[in-house]
């Protein structure tokens, strides 16, 4: 699972430059500060992911996560043009606080059962999925995009961004779909 999750995550930090700098005409500093954002939220909801986690145990926030990750690609793909910045940042927030939570509650999840004598094999495998994750979404989302956005005018790079988070969305359903 952390194999997909990551892959939606890199998507958005892959398709989100082209979108900003030709989608929105925004120059490369500004798109810069822009993209950090992801990042920034998704380091600073680690420890609060962690301690609902502890509250609330780490299936359900499974669950939760998914669904806001879910939630944000949705939203991101049907986002209008008018919404612009604001629209993307929101979104950038809304699925990469989830993706903190889903880290913390993964990772939880997977460790309980895991005797002393293994955790750092299986952190490890944990580490590892995570940037396959990273790697495939990178290059199987940045193709989809490349694909979606064609021409590269404007409207064009604002199709291939629908595009790559509607395939995002649906990875994030059929994995639902297979632990449900």
Do not use: W
Not at 12 to 27: D, E, K, N, Q, S
Request: net charge positive.
């Amino acid at each position: 699972m952390s194999v997909l999750v990551s892959t939606v995550l890199m998507a958005t930090l892959v398709v989100g430059p082209f979108y900003l700098a030709r989608g929105l005409g925004l120059g490369m500093a500004k798109v810069g500060l822009v993209m950090s954002a992801g990042p920034l939220v998704a380091a600073f909801a680690g420890v609060p992911a962690g301690r609902l986690v502890d509250r609330f145990g780490a299936p359900g926030m499974v669950v939760v996560a998914l669904a806001g990750m879910l939630l944000g690609c949705v939203a991101l793909g049907v986002m209008p043009a008018a919404a612009g910045l604001a629209g993307f940042m929101l979104h950038i927030v809304i699925i990469t606080a989830h993706y903190a939570l889903f880290q913390a509650a993964n990772n939880t999840a997977v460790m309980t059962d895991v005797s002393p004598d293994r955790r750092g094999v299986i952190s490890g495998l944990l580490n590892l999925a995570r940037n396959l994750g990273l790697i495939g979404g990178a290059s199987v989302m940045g193709a989809v995009f490349a694909f979606a956005s064609g021409a590269g005018e404007p409207a064009a790079i604002a199709l291939g961004l629908r595009v790559t988070v509607a395939v995002a969305a649906a990875l994030l359903l059929a994995r639902g779909r297979q632990t449900a």
